[in-house]
């Protein structure tokens, strides 16, 4: 039951246990140098995966972008230039883990088919020593774009940096020049900050003629830290000074925000605007944006992806008018699993972000995804009961799946897809329906909270109807005025269930139907947690619910994006490949199915044949020595 990864860095053509390498999975590059200095123990491993001694159950993603090497985390200045989509993204060249941080590259003709670019950015001066962190990039009429990032110097102070192309009109950007006057902006001396200063956002042109630019961080109230968004503003793009503290409604109308704020971001859509903050989930916020006085009023709160998902970023694209999301997605098993693969951690799919009637954030997967779609299976008018049914004739690995389902019996207490599921084993992963449950007086839901508010003069139907109008909310909890929290009503919403319901005679609780990843299953190897992010489910409506199945990540969207849930998991079984529908306490009738088989988004190499970049190391703080031996960057792939 067990799997056998090792990473191979350079391979050749005429090198004899190429087809072994290829026969297991590996992701190789190119190069001069064989196999020679491999251990023998590694080559007899791969000999006996190859021979089938040993089953390999390949984890890496195909249809998800990710370098083809090493640690990667937040996606950082996505944009549209010069004919190409071009994504950059946290990245250590040198290992997969957390460490070393330089700015990596991808460019695109589609949004859907990638290239690995040589990085663009390496911790090169003494101000950005310790790493290249997250930023954005603006473009800039008559220079065209604008890299802002996070450096981060000897001392460990966050400051932001600009960086420009040596050749804006290089469809590839491959060269980028830090500014001579580097940084730009720091955190104001006059604000007590806590936990950083650092993400600066995409800028934009205010009414005043103004560039205007927010970055997130902490500030000491109340002797703990409070998140907030800092603006900054300049005339020329390169001068910048602080101008205020960024909307300030969180801090008496709003108040559980965390401490601290990542990965900021800011952008119009659908005649609203959108604030972001990241604190453990991606939190967004739903406002009205007055550009003269330049002042954010909230109005709605909630959460991009109910599962594995932060460090999130925008971009708008020009050519389809609409605004794209990218989201890091981690991974969930053990450090030593990432090293032996050789690689940690993946981009989510692009997104497209648009705000519904309720002033609900959706995020849809971007509809040009279908060109990755091969075979196709189609059926219709499945019926689910309490044995699994096994769809015939499909299965794998990389998927998309798409189930349209009627309205469900009041008798149903639970339906549900098992995805990766053995004939053999245990292995599954389960998405999971569940219906509402009326609301329970004298009943506390005491965990799950994403967003706690008064409601003077309100009751648990207020309450409740809050929740409803939620693409988050999957359970609610009203505690009565003049008891555990206060003079006021307070309404708690809930974005997971925790522990269940408890007594409590100052409370009334309620929850909606719902979705939610069961992994108990999953893996007969690996230990994740076993629930995996909950969302609203509209039970007692048809409804539509797309999976995206990518080998050890899964994406699922709920009526074209109402909510998400993103999860990871690790089966181990070579044949954990099927899909099985099944329900409980009743019969679900299954209108229609489709499924596709994905192919890679990987292309290959356009470019010329280029010298390797120079390695740049972050020293350890411990020994003043790197962790891990320089990798050239740029070579051509073998991908899988």
């Not at 390498?21 to 791969?46: D, E, K, N, Y």
């Not at 998140?227 to 109308?253: C, K, P, R, Y």
């Not at 601290?260 to 971001?265: A, I, L, Q, R, T």
Request: charged share 15%; proline share 8%; hydrophobic share 35%.
């Amino acid at each position: 039951g067990g799997y056998l990864v090792y990473r191979v860095e350079r391979l050749n053509s005429s090198c004899k246990v190429l087809p072994i390498a290829t026969a297991v999975g590996l992701s190789s590059g190119c190069g001069a140098s064989t196999m020679a200095g491999l251990p023998l123990a590694a080559l007899l491993l791969l000999f006996a995966a190859w021979a089938g001694a040993l089953p390999v159950v390949n984890q890496r993603p195909q249809y998800h972008f990710m370098p083809s090497a090493n640690w990667t985390n937040d996606p950082n200045g996505p944009m549209y230039w010069n004919g190409k989509y071009h994504l950059f993204y946290q990245y250590n060249p040198f290992a997969p883990v957390w460490g070393n941080m330089h700015w990596g590259h991808g460019v695109s003709d589609d949004l859907v088919h990638w290239e690995e670019l040589p990085w663009a950015l390496a911790p090169d001066q003494p101000y950005d020593s310790q790493g290249i962190f997250s930023g954005s990039v603006t473009i800039v009429p008559d220079l065209g774009p604008v890299i802002f990032y996070t450096g981060v110097d000897g001392s460990g102070t966050q400051r932001t940096c600009i960086a420009t192309p040596a050749n804006s009109s290089d469809p590839f950007l491959l060269d980028w020049v830090k500014y001579g006057a580097n940084p730009v902006m720091a955190a104001p001396p006059q604000l007590q900050t806590a936990g950083g200063f650092r993400d600066p956002t995409t800028a934009w042109m205010g009414s005043d003629g103004n560039w205007h630019m927010i970055t997130g961080c902490g500030l000491v109230a109340n002797g703990s830290g409070v998140g907030m968004a800092l603006e900054f503003v300049s005339q020329n793009f390169f001068d910048w000074s602080f101008e205020q503290i960024f909307s300030l409604d969180h801090v008496t109308d709003w108040p559980d925000v965390g401490g601290f704020w990542e990965c900021p971001d800011f952008y119009p859509v659908d005649g609203m605007h959108v604030l972001k903050f990241s604190n453990g989930p991606d939190n967004w916020v739903v406002g009205d944006f007055d550009d003269q006085q330049q002042n954010f009023t909230w109005i709605t709160r909630g959460i991009y992806d109910q599962g594995q998902f932060y460090a999130s970023k925008t971009f708008y694209d020009p050519l389809g008018d609409r605004q794209i999301l990218w989201g890091w997605v981690a991974e969930e098993d053990s450090q030593s699993h990432w090293v032996a693969r050789g690689w940690a951690s993946t981009q989510s799919l692009p997104r497209v972000v648009t705000v519904d009637a309720n002033l609900q954030v959706r995020s849809a997967p971007l509809p040009e995804l279908a060109q990755l779609r091969g075979e196709s299976f189609h059926f219709t008018d499945v019926t689910a009961s309490s044995t699994p049914y096994l769809l015939p004739g499909v299965s794998g690995d990389s998927l998309e799946i798409i189930v349209q389902f009627g309205v469900i019996p009041t008798t149903v207490t639970s339906f549900g897809i098992n995805v990766r599921a053995s004939p053999t084993t245990t292995e599954r992963t389960q998405i999971i329906f569940t219906p509402p449950v009326a609301p329970m007086q004298n009943t506390d839901s005491p965990e799950g909270d994403f967003f706690v508010f008064p409601i003077p003069n309100q009751t648990a139907s207020d309450c409740e109807q809050i929740c409803e109008t939620s693409n988050n909310c999957v359970a609610w909890t009203y505690i009565k005025p003049n008891t555990i929290r206060g003079p006021e009503a307070v309404c708690c919403m809930k974005a997971n269930l925790g522990s269940g319901t408890h007594p409590n005679p100052a409370c009334t609780s309620g929850i909606k139907g719902a979705v939610h990843v069961d992994r108990t299953f999953s893996s007969l190897n690996d230990s994740t947690s076993p629930i995996s992010g909950y969302a609203p489910y509209p039970w007692g409506k048809s409804t539509n619910v797309r999976i995206f199945l990518d080998r050890s990540i899964m994406e699922v969207y709920v009526n074209e994006g109402q909510a998400v849930i993103t999860t990871r998991f690790y089966p181990s079984s070579l044949d954990s490949v099927g899909i099985e529908v099944y329900a409980n306490n009743g019969i679900v009738n299954i209108p229609q199915i489709d499924v596709f088989q994905m192919g890679s988004i990987w292309v290959n190499s356009t470019l010329p044949s280029m010298a390797p970049r120079e390695p740049h190391m972050v020293p350890s703080t411990a020994s003043g020595q790197s962790s891990s031996r320089p990798v050239a960057k740029h070579q051509k792939t073998i991908r899988f």
